[in-house]
């Protein structure tokens, strides 16, 4: 049973998924790698009805003064593309 999940996207594409790290970790939008809305898609689909926590552990998000305008921005792609996408 899954009560929590996490998601945060990867978006650099010049290292292995093996090579990647925590503070590769990124809001999520258009250039994520590892495929977010597709896993969120399918554990919606399996019957998740719990929380989804944003973790971008990349100090640059962090520190961007404008960090809830970005934010805001990744959950309003997530949404859309949830609500709009088969899986």
């Known amino acids: 049973h899954i009560g929590l999940a996490h ?3 990867i ?12 503070p590769d970790r990124v809001l999520i939008g258009a250039t994520d ?3 977010n809305i597709r896993q969120l898609r399918v554990l919606k689909a399996a019957g998740f009805d719990g ?6 552990f990349n100090t640059a998000v962090q520190a961007d003064p404008n960090r809830a ?3 805001t921005q990744s959950l309003s ?10 899986l």
């Open 51 to 56: 929380f989804i926590s944003m973790e971008p």
């Open 33 to 35: 790698r590892v495929e």
């Open 69 to 71: 305008a970005a934010l």
């Open 11 to 22: 978006v650099r594409q010049d290292s292995p998924a093996a090579a990647l790290t925590e």
């Open 77 to 86: 792609f997530v949404r859309s593309n949830l609500e709009n996408s088969p």
């Open 7 to 9: 998601m945060s996207g």
